[in-house]
């Protein structure tokens, strides 16, 4: 096809505009036009618009100012009627850019049959590359070559092969050796030594081998997937591994990374933060106490009630000193704090379906709670990868934290809590009564006795009025040890004092009760219970919102409050049982301080008769006065390196005495200034 050239026409800086360049360029442009392409441009100038659409380039001179031409016709190709290149049993194939400037790509070619067999039965899946296909390319540095060149060099040793693989292996073992000439000397060299470079790092982690390291400071395995260098002001060997979690609902694997950080020269392998479990010295007994810790990690799925005492993390990795009890519930945390909540790669129930998974589209907004069939039992090597945390809530913290499994124990109830309790024997036995009564009416198969309106009014709740340091709170306490449910203790702070804030947590925190079955105390409820008057509409707002609250409130609510007279008449309907609380008597005195002192008696550190515990009753102290007391005391017997007797702790009551007659003659004082 005859070629034919334009006259140029020539951009500067993209604008529309058109104008003639210099000599220089413009013979430049025309060295390449025949007679006849100017002769053609010549009547194009001149002849209207043409009907049809014409590709055009746009090319540069030396100078770099832009004319557009027509395009130059492609090079000649050979004739490839037949791929010859496909005759050889391996091919290394360099892929050129467009320009045939810079090798782009550089591929090994898989051609020989006998050896995409092997390959698929020996490998048969790699990160990034499949042995399965009708083509097999692997795109260099071709690392699953190395990592699975031992079991290859044993397939040719032990002779099973058919006579193509036979004659074929050979020549991709030369191709492994002489590619990987540098990795394999370092193996020789270093790593039978038990070292290894930042260079050749990656040809210790083959994908699919189990990995040691650590989270948290927990000894940790994981499944390796695949792993790439990173640059950047953080360079290191980025694994990309595999570990076992449980999401609320189902066991699965998930997905993280883990970084093993840069350095220079050789280093130890157990030295690096994390290698292969295989190398590790004691990898069998690592191997066992994982795997054990793992089943214990098994048994916390669900609700578990525990005791937890050492460091726990939230969301964003701030971290909280617990002592106390907690309510390992993965599946609440993640109700409650969805922006924290993860998905796992669920295992198969037993008599039932998977879980959908996490890459389809098809999303339920509103989760779906038919049962789809148990949990099945992990297998050790589930349990082996299995995350050393477990997730919950903290009654000290009132905060959604992640618990370590190893700082959780089983909870040591106190059985003989009600004995200790200093409080008339029929309240006792009321008390108790109403509780046992209430759990076995919500926890058995029948309802028993409803409202009218379903679901209202199910709910057991107890006012305990009286003087501070009575047993209000205690009272609460030992209901939560006798029925063996958690005591959740919300106080005004906690649910806040404007209306919007109150209606939020006080939800909150009747949901968390109601879902764990716990006692719910809320201390000090005098703001919430006050009559409502004209004028004050917020303090209305929060009688009203607990009023509606608790109408359909089902569990176990004790409130106490030291201001009864002040009660909005609404309230008095919905208490079930008002319990009121007098000053403690002189018995009441004697039996609080056998109480306490009891303990330590126990353990010979306490000298003294009932006589004395006579003459310590008649000091007109409450309950957390004595404590205050008899925790005083012992400091002071203990400094002294003396056994704890009377004479301390009366030392120590005459203090608290008189701070008691000061404090009530400037309360006294006080009041006759207010009514002068």
Not at 429 to 437: D, I, K, M, T
């Amino acid at each position: 096809m005859a070629r034919t050239k334009q006259t140029a026409r020539v951009h500067h800086g993209g604008s529309q505009g058109t104008e003639i360049t210099d000599a220089e360029d413009q013979m430049e442009i025309d060295a390449g036009l025949t007679d006849e392409a100017k002769a053609r441009r010549a009547e194009l100038e001149k002849a209207p618009m043409q009907a049809e659409l014409k590709h055009l380039e746009k090319r540069w001179t030396k100078k770099g100012t832009g004319y557009i031409a027509e395009p130059k016709e492609d090079e000649d190709i050979p004739d490839q009627k037949i791929n010859w290149h496909e005759k050889f049993v391996l091919c290394v194939l360099r892929t050129y850019n467009n320009t045939n400037e810079w090798v782009q790509q550089t591929t090994l070619q898989i051609n020989s049959q006998a050896l995409k067999d092997l390959l698929a039965d020996i490998i048969g899946y790699y990160p990034g590359q499949s042995f399965h296909t009708e083509d097999i390319s692997i795109d260099f540095p071709a690392h699953c070559l190395y990592h699975y060149r031992p079991e290859l060099k044993a397939a040719l040793e032990q002779g099973d092969l058919t006579e193509d693989q036979r004659a074929h292996l050979p020549i991709l073992l030369d191709f492994i050796d002489e590619h990987f000439a540098d990795e394999i000397k370092e193996q020789e060299n270093l790593q039978v030594k038990g070292l290894v470079t930042y260079n050749h790092l990656w040809t210790i982690f083959k994908p699919g081998s189990l990995i040691f390291g650590s989270a948290y400071g927990q000894k940790r395995v994981f499944k390796l997937s695949n792993s790439y260098y990173q640059g950047g002001q953080c360079p290191g060997l980025i694994l990309s591994v595999e570990c076992v979690n449980f999401d609320g609902d189902d066991f699965g694997t998930q997905m993280t990374n883990v970084r093993v950080g840069s350095f220079a020269g050789a280093m130890p392998i157990a030295g690096l933060s994390a290698f292969p479990l295989d190398l590790h010295p004691a990898k069998e007994d690592i191997r066992a106490s994982l795997i054990e810790r793992g089943r214990r990690w098994e048994a916390l799925a669900g609700q578990n009630f525990r005791e937890y005492k050492g460091v726990a993390f939230d969301g964003e990795g701030n971290r909280f000193n617990i002592d106390g009890r907690v309510m390992v519930d993965t599946h609440t945390y993640h109700r409650i704090n969805a922006n924290y909540a993860f998905s796992v790669c669920a295992f198969p129930k037993i008599g039932g379906k998977r879980k959908q998974s996490s890459s389809s589209d098809d999303w339920d907004l509103v989760p779906d709670d038919s049962p789809e069939g148990k949990l099945a039992p992990l297998t050790d090597e589930h349990c082996l990868l299995a995350t050393a945390t477990v997730r919950g809530f903290s009654f000290t913290e009132k905060k959604f934290l992640e618990f370590f499994v190893d700082k959780l124990s089983p909870i040591e109830w106190n059985t003989q809590c009600f004995e200790q309790l200093v409080l008339p024997d029929h309240q006792k036995e009321l008390v108790q009564a109403l509780v046992s009564e209430h759990t076995q009416r919500v926890t058995g198969p029948n309802a028993g006795f409803d409202d009218i309106v379903k679901g209202k009014g199910r709910g057991l709740i107890l006012v305990l009025h009286g003087p501070p340091g009575v047993g209000k709170t205690l009272t609460a306490e030992c209901v939560a040890e006798f029925s063996q449910r958690p005591l959740y203790i919300v106080s005004s702070g906690d649910l806040g004092t404007s209306s919007s804030v109150l209606d939020e947590r006080l939800s909150r925190c009747l949901d968390l009760a109601s879902t764990w079955k716990a006692v719910l105390l809320v201390d000090e409820a005098d703001v919430f219970l006050e009559r409502r008057s004209l004028h004050d509409m917020e303090r209305n707002s929060l009688v009203s919102i607990f009023l509606r609250t608790l109408e359909y409130y089902s569990g176990i609510l004790f409130m106490t409050t030291n201001r009864v007279a002040t009660f909005d008449d609404a309230f008095k309907s919905r208490i079930h049982v008002p319990l009121k609380y007098e000053p403690l008597p002189h018995s009441s005195r004697v039996k609080v301080w056998k109480n306490f002192l009891g303990k330590l008696d126990a353990e010979g550190g306490v000298d003294i008769d009932e006589a004395g515990y006579r003459r310590l009753a008649e000091g007109d102290l409450n309950g957390r006065q004595i404590k205050n007391v008899v925790r005083t005391a012992k400091s002071l017997a203990a400094y002294k390196k003396r056994k704890l007797d009377q004479k301390q702790l009366l030392q120590v009551m005459e203090i608290q005495m008189a701070f008691e007659e000061d404090l009530n003659q400037i309360g006294e004082n006080s009041i006759d200034m207010v009514a002068r």
